[in-house]
């Protein structure tokens, strides 16, 4: 009965020293991801810039653009 409990107690160890470890593998993806999104973001914001300086008039969303030509 005794070896019994102790490889029950074994196999509950193993499993709860796996699923810590695939919480620290699932960790370093996360923060691994947080930094990309932040990168990406800083790239959009100053491509933002880059494009506002370039073309004034696209700073407002949805204004009016003159009719073509053909009108």
Request: charged share 30%.
């Amino acid at each position: 009965m005794v070896a019994q409990s102790e490889k029950r107690l074994q196999v509950l160890e193993e499993k709860f020293e796996y699923q810590d470890n695939t919480i620290d593998a699932l960790n370093d993806v996360i923060i691994d991801q947080q930094n990309q999104i932040t990168k990406l973001e800083e790239r959009l914001n100053r491509l933002e810039s880059m494009l506002l300086n370039i073309q004034p008039e696209a700073a407002i969303p949805g204004g009016e653009e003159p009719p073509p030509p053909h009108y």
